[in-house]
T-cell receptor, first 113, second 114 residues
Framework: DQQVKQNSPSLSVQEGRISILNCDYT??????FLWYKKYPAEGPTFLISISSIKDKNEDGRFTVFLNKSAKHLSLHIVPSQPGDSAVYFCAATVMAGSYQLTFGKGTKLSVIP | DSGVTQTPKHLITATGQRVTLRCSPR?????VYWYQQSLDQGLQFLIQ???????AKGNILERFSAQQFPDLHSELNLSSLELGDSALYFC?????????????FGPGTRLTVL
């Protein structure tokens, strides 16, 4: 049973426009959520996170929104740049636990110049 | 460069064999995590060590084992290998073992079982 789902395997966006990547979760115990970015032949790199006490967190061009009632989070990238082309993984964890991350399958973002 | 190193980068072996994957965490990090990424799958948590002690176990097969040494490097041992064990294996490290401490990932070891 997949506890973290990214239903869009891929997304193409024009350079300069907004990219919106979505993620749903089923486990109500999750209280900390993260986005990782992965380039080919590299390990995932931490991008941004949000705790369940917030509904929004911003870091430069990246904003994560959390809707706890819908068990849904999204990552907005504005404006999108060609260097943002990568696979984006949504992950979730329980802060009071061992901090093992549960990942979605990823969404491949292509930003077209 | 995350500061986490993994060796080897690629490993090709046959079914039934045994391999060892090695991970060196970032300097100062006490916690090491192992994840497996099979084709078209997200990363699956296998096991976590903190300062030499096993801290948490995920969906790790009995044929797999790991340990963390006094110098904090970790090894993941995979035995009686099957075709389905072919995957990318990632190691991550963090300073502590909980809270909101960021996990930093190594570049991974690609294992191919023929």
């Amino acid at each position: 049973d997949q506890q973290v789902k990214q239903n869009s395997p891929s997304l193409s966006v024009q350079e300069g426009r907004i990219s919106i990547l979505n993620c749903d979760y089923t486990n109500s115990m999750f209280d900390y959520f993260l986005w990782y970015k992965k380039y080919p032949a590299e390990g995932p790199t931490f991008l941004i996170s949000i705790s369940s006490i917030k509904d929004k967190n911003e870091d430069g061009r990246f904003t994560v929104f959390l809707n706890k009632s819908a068990k849904h989070l999204s990552l907005h990238i504005v404006p999108s740049q060609p260097g943002d082309s990568a696979v984006y993984f949504c992950a979730a964890t329980v802060m009071a636990g061992s901090y093992q991350l549960t990942f979605g399958k990823g969404t491949k973002l292509s930003v077209i110049p | 460069d995350s500061g986490v190193t993994q060796t080897p980068k690629h490993l090709i072996t046959a079914t039934g064999q045994r391999v060892t994957l090695r991970c060196s965490p970032r300097s100062g990090d006490l916690s090491v995590y192992w994840y497996q990424q099979s084709l078209d799958q997200g990363l699956q948590f296998l096991i976590q060590y903190y300062n030499g002690e096993e801290r948490a176990k995920g969906n790790i097969l009995e044929r797999f084992s790991a340990q963390q040494f006094p110098d904090l490097h970790s090894e993941l041992n995979l035995s009686s290998l099957e075709l389905g064990d072919s995957a990318l294996y990632f190691c991550a490290s963090s300073v502590i073992a909980g809270g909101t401490d960021t996990q930093y990932f190594g570049p991974g070891t690609r294992l191919t079982v023929l």
